[in-house]
C-alpha cells in the first residue's frame, strides 16, 4: 500500500449500509401508548448526542421510551426494532473491498454499540475496513471538529491526506472546513466519479 496514497474514510450507516429511519420510528412509535404523538417526537429522541457518545445507552433509551412514551414492548423485542430498518447498500461491499487492496479505508461512523452487533452479525462490510472508529467508544460524534481531529490522529494522517464520505452534508461540511477532501453521498456511482476527480480509480 503506497504510503503516500489517501486515507479514506467511510461513513457507516447511509452509506456502507442503508438505514431508512423512518421505518425505525414509525415501528417504534407504534409500540408508544399514543403512536401518532410518539412519532412526532420519536427523531428528536432518537437524535439526542448521548446515544452517539455512549453516555445513554440502548438499555437507558428502552427505559426512557417506556417511562416517557409509554412504550409497551419488553427491552429484548426493543432491540429487534432498533436494528430493523438496515439492509444492504447495493454494490458498497465490492466497492468498499476493491478500495481496501490499494488504499487504507477506514470507517468513522455515529452509532451505538447494538446497532454495531447488529451490523457485524449480519453485513461484512466491517470486516473490508482496516480500522473502525465508532463514536459511542471515542465519545465524540461528527460534526464536530473534534471528532474528526480525534480520527486524524488517531490514523497519523493531516485533513489533506484523506478523503471523507458521508450521506450527510452538514458532516461533510465540517470535514471540509478542517481540509479534508469530501465526498457527500448519493449512490455508488456517483461516488466513483466524485473519487475519480481526487485521484482514486478503482475497478468495481
Not at 448526542?49 to 426512557?64: F, K
Not at 436494528?83 to 465490492?94: K, L, V
Not at 471540509?176 to 481526487?198: N, P, Q, S
Request: aromatic letters at 8%; charged letters at 20%; a negative charge.
Amino acid at each position: 500500500m503506497n504510503p503516500s496514497a489517501p486515507t479514506i474514510i467511510f461513513d457507516l450507516g447511509g452509506v456502507l449500509i442503508r438505514h431508512d429511519n423512518d421505518i425505525l420510528y414509525d415501528r417504534l412509535a407504534a409500540c408508544c401508548a399514543d403512536p401518532g404523538g410518539a412519532r412526532v417526537v420519536m427523531e428528536n429522541i432518537l437524535g439526542d448526542e448521548e446515544i452517539g457518545t455512549g453516555q445513554l445507552g440502548v438499555d437507558a433509551l428502552h427505559a426512557r421510551l417506556v417511562s416517557e412514551q409509554g412504550f409497551g414492548q419488553s427491552f429484548a423485542h426493543f432491540l429487534d426494532l432498533w436494528s430493523s430498518h438496515f439492509s444492504a447498500e447495493p454494490g458498497m461491499e465490492p466497492l468498499l473491498l476493491a478500495l481496501a487492496q490499494r488504499y487504507r479505508v477506514v470507517v468513522f461512523s455515529n452509532t451505538n454499540s447494538a446497532h454495531i452487533e447488529h451490523i457485524r452479525a449480519n453485513y461484512r462490510v466491517l470486516e473490508h475496513a482496516h480500522a473502525a472508529y465508532m463514536s459511542y467508544e471515542l465519545g465524540l460524534v461528527k460534526p464536530y471538529a473534534g471528532a474528526f481531529r480525534k480520527v486524524l490522529e488517531l490514523e497519523g494522517r493531516r485533513p489533506e491526506e484523506c478523503i471523507f464520505i458521508d450521506d450527510r452534508p452538514e458532516n461533510t461540511a465540517a470535514a471540509a472546513a478542517l481540509g479534508i477532501k469530501t465526498v457527500t453521498f448519493t449512490d455508488r456511482e456517483a461516488l466513483k466519479a466524485a473519487i475519480a476527480e481526487y485521484g482514486v480509480a478503482v475497478d468495481a
